[in-house]
């Protein structure tokens, strides 16, 4: 058969047999959060294209490149290519802060850009993500790092495996001395720069350190350390000291200055040393003080932090990761016979509603065929109906693990094997 109609690339299907890893992984997400207090939010897809433009940066590839936007009238919209923008309008539109305190947001969302799809980045890609409003201490960066780590820790990601990397950016009365010292930098360097880079120097400079293809260039950079204001300085130590009273390992990495313009202070992500390929980053996040009061609110402190679904499950399954497998049936129902169908579909149902998972042939087979199913669907029991079972009000349940065969009342079926899963 010639197909008419395929997924676009890199927008993947999630089929049955993957499908129950991803709800294992979100399962252990959104347990993880309750420990930590976090409520779940959930936003549209869709936004206007100037959250993100005003957010993200103009000048970055995610907004210049990658994103999807669409014109309606004289709306411009834009397929969210990040989560925290639109959590940040959701908190300022439905007045979250007014509620006053620490406000711990979380969701999972699918996020959208139109980069070259590879293994690990696709042009639809998935997204747990996790806010904190109105949190101004280094306490707060310490305990979402460490709730980061532990979330890994929870799927039996070893600890080797991991790389905590860890950075801080400044803010915005000491980082504009930073971003010249950069840019010097890059034009003594112009020439050895990539031609990204070299476009993007007078821009946006800290850029170019993060730039994969000019690594070996920008080791050299000058670190933002001596460029640092004394309340900069100040969070950034007290943030290292509660890390290592939380023995939460981290790498200073001083080119880590994330891809979006919004990132105040505190930056880091988490890289795995195998298993990924060159998309080695499961996720990353940081600070971004001044992004609520940049769309209208109040003046509030946030950090938060994504971490890529797909990036998780690729890790898990590259090292043999214990995963749970597919959900299988408790009791497969056969039917010999016409007459015996509508027995069969009541009693399936009974099961059913008091919580046995339940399976029962839809398509009239023989009942050899039915039984070679319900040994293929991995459940415990067959309930088998016919013509002497329909006469006494009984079934006959064979248990498919042990082969024996036991006669039990209609009326007492349902809580007969109930009481024996």
């Known amino acids: 058969m010639e197909l008419k109609y395929r997924a676009l690339e890199g927008m993947n299907d999630v089929l049955p047999e993957q499908s129950h890893l991803w709800q294992y992984v979100e399962a252990r997400w959104r347990d993880h959060m309750h420990q930590y207090g976090y409520r779940e939010i959930r936003t549209p897809i869709l936004e206007t294209a100037e959250l993100f433009e005003r957010t993200v940066g103009e000048t970055s590839d995610i907004v210049s490149k990658e994103m999807y936007v669409f014109q309606r009238g004289e709306e411009r919209y834009a397929l969210k290519p990040e989560g925290t923008a639109p959590v940040v309008r959701a908190y300022l539109e439905h ?59 929870s799927l039996g990601l070893p600890n080797d495996l991991l790389e905590l990397r860890l950075n801080t950016i400044g803010c915005p009365m000491c980082r504009p001395a930073y971003r010249e010292g950069v840019r010097n930098f890059g034009r003594e360097n112009l020439e050895r720069l990539c031609k990204n880079c070299q476009a993007r120097l007078e821009r946006n400079p800290l850029r170019i350190l993060d730039c994969k293809e000019c690594f070996q260039i920008t080791a050299d950079a000058p670190p933002i350390d001596r460029y640092l204001c004394e309340e900069c300085r100040t969070h950034f130590e007290s943030l290292q000291g509660l890390l290592k009273a939380l023995d939460v390992a981290y790498v200073r990495d001083h080119r880590l200055v994330r891809g979006l313009d919004y990132y105040t202070r505190t930056t880091f992500e988490v890289v795995a040393e195998q298993g990924l390929g060159s998309q080695n980053a499961l996720c990353g996040g940081g600070r971004y003080d001044g992004l609520v009061e940049e769309l209208g609110g109040p003046p509030t402190p946030a950090l938060g932090v ?72 991995g459940a415990r029991y067959a309930v088998l109906l016919g013509e002497s079972e329909l006469q006494q009000g009984t079934a006959t349940v064979k248990d498919l693990q042990t082969h024996e065969q036991m006669t039990v009342s209609q009326v007492e079926l349902t809580e007969w094997i109930r009481t024996r899963l």
């Open 95 to 153: 007045g979250l802060y007014s509620a006053g305190g620490v406000q711990k947001l979380y969701y999972i969302t699918p996020f959208f850009r139109g980069e070259r799809p590879q293994k690990g980045r696709y042009r639809q890609a998935h997204q747990f993500g996790a806010e904190i409003f109105g949190a101004a201490h280094p306490l707060a960066d310490a305990e979402l790092l460490a709730m980061v780590m532990g979330f890994f820790q």
């Open 306 to 377: 994504g971490i890529g679904v797909e990036r998780t499950l690729l890790i898990l399954q590259a090292l043999n990761m214990p995963l749970p497998e597919p959900p299988t049936m408790d009791a497969y129902v056969v039917a010999f016979g016409d007459a015996a169908r509508p027995v069969a579909l009541q009693i399936a149902q009974q099961l059913r509603a008091t919580g046995v998972p339940t399976e029962f042939d839809l398509e009239g087979r023989s009942p050899k065929a039915q039984m070679r199913l319900a040994n293929r669907s």
